[in-house]
């Protein structure tokens, strides 16, 4: 996990503001996540049980205010990420494409899968970039906003929080393995994905 954040980094840290624009819309997002709660509170506490007429005059303007700005932080975040990623996967490309075109007729003539191979590398292996590059950005926000959740939770029941996050490690286990064979089978269908592009490019080029 470590060299895949620091391989991902040398890629996307050429453009730093745009990095600086996601996360910021990121922290937005967080912000509001965490706010969602602390509104509820006041809802059910406040107006529902102790009538706070001050808070029934803002709270119903509150809630749909809060979701319209995490609804356009998101939009934002999610576009700009997207935008990222695909600026760096077409820059890798025109590296690899320039560093095989470099590669001497040995090279060719003993690549297992030929140009159709090179092909699937250049077309179907970038883009795990493209799905790496969305998953550490949600890899940033997402434990921000969690953070803000626990924090809140622990002020509301402490002891249920406590016996909530007696199961974090077994669900942390979990994922884990399901992670490591998931992996296990990315491998598996690039490989077969190479494959089947080296057939349809020696199909066609049979035509």
């Known amino acids: 996990m470590k060299l895949t954040f620091k391989r991902i980094w ?3 840290r050429v ?3 745009l990095l600086c624009s996601i996360g910021f819309f990121g922290l937005i997002m967080a912000a509001c996540a965490a706010l969602i709660p602390t509104l509820v509170e006041v809802l059910f506490k406040g107006v529902l049980e102790k009538g706070d007429h001050e808070a029934a005059k803002w709270v119903p303007y509150a809630f749909p205010a809060v ?3 995490l609804g356009a932080a998101r939009y934002v ?3 700009q990420v997207r935008y990222l990623s695909e600026v760096v996967v077409a820059d890798l490309r025109r590296r690899m494409l320039a ?3 470099r590669l001497n007729l040995t090279f060719h003539n003993q690549f297992g899968t030929g140009a159709g ?3 699937s590398r250049m077309l179907n292996d970038t883009y795990t970039v493209l799905e790496g590059i969305t998953f550490i950005f949600d890899f940033i926000v997402q434990p921000l906003t969690a953070i803000a959740l626990l924090w809140k939770m622990v002020s509301l029941d402490p002891k249920l929080t406590g016996f909530a996050l007696i ?4 669900i942390m286990y979990v994922i884990r393995n399901v992670n490591r064979s998931l992996k296990k089978y990315g491998h598996l269908s ?3 994905m190479e494959s089947l592009t080296g057939t349809i490019k020696e199909g066609l080029d049979g035509v």
């Open 67 to 69: 979701f319209l700005v």
């Open 77 to 79: 975040h999610l576009t």
């Open 10 to 12: 040398t890629l996307i």
């Open 15 to 17: 453009y730093p503001r």
């Open 117 to 119: 191979g090179l092909m």
């Open 190 to 192: 690039r490989d077969a």
């Open 99 to 101: 560093k095989i075109t």
């Open 167 to 170: 199961f974090l490690p077994i």
